[in-house]
């Protein structure tokens, strides 16, 4: 079964702190894997998206790993500031089929003063 | 360019009452998706579309109806609204199997 679970569900950080954000799936054939941020009554937005043959990718002070062989990946913030308060939600997308996108329930992370 | 449109934001029903909520896509993609998203859960897909005309089943689709009469459009109708239909709707577009881009969300609350 295509599954994708997230951890921790959620996490409080003082600003300033880095964190890091665990998703594991079983998707199969996986064809790539996205972090979205939700900010509180919006739509996710695409962060970083990984493929099988890359390891890692930034995009400011986020940083997504994967590792494909044990199906894992990882989302860092770098410096928390008080709008990455947001839902980290990890998105697995099998390589065949329209219905394809797989979601994690997401992390809720909040950066406190 | 204005992405994924979805209206109405907020709205409240009575059971059994009907609505439909709106769906828009500026961005010329082929393939459109109805989620709702309650807490404590992933985003749960409806129905979707891969191109005009068509429609397909998600994981959730008791209770929902749609249409895609328009490439630009996608339609979500609850022909008699239950409060377990209560939940945040999130319309998405994209190319085949890139990015999804996602509305806004529109808020229902069934009474």
């Known amino acids: 079964k295509n599954q994708v679970e997230q951890s921790p569900q959620s996490l409080i950080i003082l600003e300033g702190k880095n964190c890091t954000l665990q998703c594991n799936y079983t998707v199969s054939p996986f064809s790539n894997l996205r972090w979205y941020k939700q900010d509180t009554g919006r739509g996710p937005v695409s962060l970083t998206i990984?493929?099988?043959?890359?390891n890692t990718k930034s995009n400011g002070r986020y940083t997504a790993t994967l590792d494909a062989d044990t199906k894992q990946s990882s989302l860092h913030i770098t410096a928390s500031q008080l709008s990455d308060s947001a839902s980290y939600i990890c998105?697995?997308?099998?390589?065949?089929?329209?219905?394809?996108?797989?979601f994690g329930t997401g992390t809720r992370l909040t950066v406190i003063p | 360019n204005a992405g994924v449109t979805q209206t109405p934001k907020f709205r409240v029903l009575k059971t059994g009452q009907s609505m439909t909520l709106l769906c828009a896509q500026d961005?010329?993609?082929?393939?459109m998706y109805w989620y709702r998203q309650d807490p404590g859960m992933g985003l749960r897909l409806i129905h979707y579309?891969?191109?005009?005309?068509?429609?397909a089943k998600g994981e959730v689709p008791d209770g929902y109806n749609v249409s895609r009469l328009k490439k630009q459009n996608f339609l979500l109708g609850l022909e008699s609204a239950a409060p377990s239909q209560t939940s945040v709707y999130f319309c998405a577009s994209s190319y085949s199997t890139s990015e999804a881009f996602f509305g806004q969300g529109t808020r229902l609350t069934v009474v």
């Open positions: 990984m493929t099988f043959s890359e």
């Open positions: 998105v697995v997308s099998a390589q065949t089929g329209a219905n394809n996108l797989f």
């Open positions: 961005m010329n993609h082929e393939y």
């Open positions: 579309s891969v191109g005009e005309g068509t429609t």
